[in-house]
């Protein structure tokens, strides 16, 4: 990957130009966004007091929201295109000039049949989106990633009290790699959060998760505190999760700020860092600048870093 200095040469020569272009549009847009959502609010306004007259206070809110709701509908879609384009000229260009090897496909993503192979996590989606899909080589390794957020529902109440709740599964950065091994069984690194909040009662409760497959324990005790691992055969957890993959796994988590969750599955790595913010996004209401760039720099390395700190580009291994 090229350097900040790099990149900040890149921006005055070439970026620059583009994103002043794109920042007067956006002012606009939220501009004439901003008097749409206000005329509106005040039409529902005159509306719902003449309705009030008639029908009471509750036959003055309903208009007032319909046009705050209309005019914001109104602000994303002014928004939308400046959105659409400065994804594919700015960020486009920062993953493609950062890293060569790299495509990006904003409007694309790591679909559900690929999340769910990742067996990192097994609960039922019932909504799944995926945008801001990366695909290419780091070194010799072949990878791809991209934001998804996979969530389930459940109802509460009955009859006209019935209520939908949405609960996030996973929202974060899901990434594919090219392990070049392929595995007999699947092997599972997530988050130890059972050890953390109850010590030894933690552990006896992840041997009695049976869906999961067998609890592989290992010898390294910084990497059993800070995750559990599962698997189908435990010499090739073992195999895999070597002293030093261990070392690097531990490190590679202490060093973001986010949950990791690590599967070896067919002849992929996956890995999953989970943060509840949308990556490559553009701001609606604030200018983006050379520190915007970097904040997407740090969004690729944050999926890019896991190939050299997994050692993926070092063939230790052959397929079979």
Not at 20 to 44: F, K, M, P, Y
Not at 190 to 198: G, H, N, S, V, W
Not at 241 to 263: D, H, K, Q, W
Request: charged share 25%; glycine share 8%.
């Amino acid at each position: 990957m090229k350097t900040l200095d790099d990149l900040r040469a890149f921006y005055e020569t070439d970026l620059k130009a583009r994103m002043d272009a794109l920042e007067q549009r956006r002012r606009r847009a939220v501009t004439n966004g901003s008097i749409a959502v206000a005329v509106l609010g005040i039409v529902g306004f005159v509306v719902g007091v003449m309705m009030a007259s008639a029908g009471g206070p509750l036959c003055m809110i309903i208009p007032i929201i319909v046009g705050l709701v209309i005019g914001a509908a109104l602000l994303f879609g002014l928004s939308a295109g400046n959105r659409r384009e400065f994804k594919n000229t700015i960020v486009r260009g920062v993953i493609e000039f950062m890293e060569p090897d790299l495509r990006y496909f904003p409007e694309e993503g790591i679909g559900k049949v690929q999340f769910r192979a990742s067996d990192l996590f097994q609960q039922h989606i019932d909504r799944y989106r995926c945008e801001d899909l990366v695909k290419g080589r780091v070194g010799q390794t072949e990878v791809m990633f991209s934001e998804v957020h996979a969530e389930y529902q459940t109802t509460s109440g009955t009859g006209k009290n019935r209520q939908t709740h949405w609960h996030t599964i996973f929202k974060g950065l899901l990434f594919i790699g090219d392990f070049h091994k392929d595995f007999h069984g699947r092997t599972v690194v997530l988050p130890d959060r059972a050890q953390k909040l109850f010590g030894g009662l933690g552990q006896a409760l992840q041997s009695l998760n049976f869906t999961r497959g067998k609890l592989i324990k290992l010898e390294d005790p910084e990497f059993e505190r800070e995750f559990v691992v599962y698997g189908d055969d435990q010499i090739e957890a073992r195999y895999i999760l070597s002293p030093a993959m261990m070392e690097r796994i531990t490190a590679f988590g202490r060093n973001r700020n986010t949950s990791v969750y690590l599967s070896f599955v067919g002849s992929q790595v996956y890995a999953a860092f989970s943060t509840k913010k949308n990556l490559f996004e553009p701001k609606l209401f604030g200018h983006a600048n050379f520190d915007t760039l970097v904040e997407y720099v740090a969004e690729i390395r944050l999926a890019t870093d896991i190939v050299e700190e997994l050692n993926l580009n070092t063939r230790i291994w052959s397929k079979s």
